[in-house]
């Protein structure tokens, strides 16, 4: 089984292909860069966690954050819903996430998600964030809290690279939603889909 997992520099979405390469999947990570330091990061942990499942785990592929959200982003602020932003975010990951799967065959994305831990991680937030791909999302640690990811974290020796300190988004909101709307959230998607990136680059 191939999935896609996104992959951030921070603690979560390292445990979430753990887990996927543990029952067997070939997962092929694709982060979105932002900085030299989260790229880096994201590089040593895919070294770290190749080192335990070895070929299961890819290489990254890199997108430019840039150059596939920004302009969205630049949208939502032009408009005056830049609280939008954090869902847009997910939104348009889903939408590289899956053009990266049909290239290679991929059947499911992988995301460290957990339920109602950070402003894109509500229930209602990942409904309307789902609904930018048709493939299966998995979410290996919804159900799990913050000290359970950690502790496993640190016992696959990702955690040291995870908390390394690293710049902040640069695109977060103030105040981000937390409860997306799915009818106001299809209104907004009509006034920013000409700026949307039309699959994987």
């Given amino acids: 089984m191939r999935v896609v997992a996104l992959l951030s520099s921070g603690i979560d979405s390292p445990v979430a292909i753990h887990l996927m390469a543990s029952r067997g999947a070939e997962v092929f990570p694709l982060h979105f860069r932002q900085d030299e330091i989260k790229e880096s990061k994201v ?40 609280k939008w932003t954090c869902v847009f975010c997910k939104y348009i990951m889903y939408i590289i996430a899956e053009g990266y799967a049909r290239r290679i065959g991929a059947k499911a994305i992988v995301t460290g998600d957990s339920l109602g831990q950070v402003a894109s991680q509500t ?6 964030i789902s609904s930018a791909t048709s493939l ?14 950690v502790q496993i974290a ?40 000409d700026k949307l990136p039309r699959g994987y680059p």
């Fill in 43 to 82: 590089r040593r942990l895919v070294g770290r966690l190749r080192e335990i499942h070895g070929e299961l785990v890819k290489e990254p592929k890199i997108v430019d954050a840039f150059e596939v959200q920004e302009p969205v982003f630049d949208r939502l602020r032009e408009i005056g819903k830049e």
């Fill in 123 to 128: 229930l209602d937030n990942l409904m309307v």
């Fill in 136 to 149: 299966p999302v998995i979410r290996p640690l919804i159900g799990l809290d913050k000290e359970e990811i």
């Fill in 154 to 193: 640190k016992e696959i020796g990702t955690f040291d690279i995870s908390t390394e300190e690293e710049p902040g988004c640069p695109f977060v909101p103030k105040f981000p939603v937390v409860r997306a709307s799915p009818s106001q959230f299809k209104k907004i998607l009509e006034e920013v889909k």
